[in-house]
């Protein structure tokens, strides 16, 4: 997949109409962007005209969100896009396995109805205590035999995304020798940076299109590393649904949490 690194100059505000200057390694273009349809009218035609419009999905997510962003007049926004990059649909994300192949210095990710055996399996579960910020977090992994090793930790401060995403980080390390592993998790926001966000950043330097870094940015660059040159598959589980061990990573996070006060 080739990446393409532009830099997007916010020149115009009218209504629902963007202008925009866009510029690449070798050459730039002018645009007019509809915030409604997400239709792009283009000034001239070259070859980074050609781009935008084979990579409009990219364009619209970036410029969306800096519209929700309370985007201005002279604004600038630094982004990569993959070409050919595969956006699942929010339908994969629930209800799909999602296959993440990283050998061989490649990135397929596809999404399938039933999970692939003689993978090792992962389980893990995050726990933040509003009332006192006291966190922990919880896991298992589990082997071709069926042997398991069961982990956590507590931590005095934290976030429920922060223990989510070093619950799945510590059973990767305890994994670090397999090159096939199943993650589960009730976590969308690590299945969506696994799968999507954290390609875009590290190709942008760990940073958001805004320039600023992105959270828990040493966090994400570690687990991308325990990820390269694996084949990953990726398994949402909706939380308290009686899924037997999502629950007992979730009892497990709680009680260290707890523990911890």
Do not use: P
Not at 34 to 48: E, K, R, Y
Not at 88 to 110: A, C, M, N, W
Not at 220 to 235: A, N, P, S, T, V
């Amino acid at each position: 997949m080739k990446i393409v690194k532009l830099n997007i100059i916010i020149e115009s505000i009218q209504n629902s109409y963007i202008g925009c200057l866009v510029s690449g390694e070798d050459e730039n273009i002018r645009l007019s962007y509809s915030a409604d349809d997400g239709t792009m009218s283009f000034l001239q035609d070259n070859h980074l005209s050609q781009v935008l419009s084979a990579n409009k999905f990219q364009f619209y997510k970036v410029l969306n969100s800096a519209i929700s962003g309370d985007m201005e007049v002279g604004q600038l926004i630094s982004c990569v896009f993959i070409e050919g990059f595969n956006f699942l649909s929010e339908d994969d994300f629930s209800k799909r396995y999602l296959v993440i192949d990283r050998r061989s210095h490649k990135l397929v990710i596809t999404a399938q109805d039933t999970e692939t055996d003689g993978f090792h399996k992962l389980y893990a579960d995050g726990c933040f205590l509003s009332e006192t910020g006291q966190s922990g977090y919880g896991g298992f992994i589990e082997k071709h035999q069926g042997k398991r090793k069961v982990y956590s930790r507590s931590f005095a401060n934290g976030s429920s995304n922060l223990m989510e995403l070093l619950a799945v980080i510590k059973g990767l390390e305890l994994l670090n020798s397999s090159d096939k592993i199943q993650v589960n998790t009730d976590s969308r926001f690590v299945i969506r940076g696994l799968v999507q966000w954290v390609h875009f950043w590290k190709h942008n330097n760990w940073q958001t299109a805004h320039g600023k870094v992105i959270k828990f940015a040493e966090h994400w660059q570690h687990i991308d590393q325990l990820c390269e040159g694996k084949l990953m598959e990726l398994k949402w589980i909706k939380g308290h649904s009686g899924h037997k061990e999502q629950d007992f990573c979730h009892q497990l996070a709680k009680k260290v949490a707890l523990k911890g006060q």
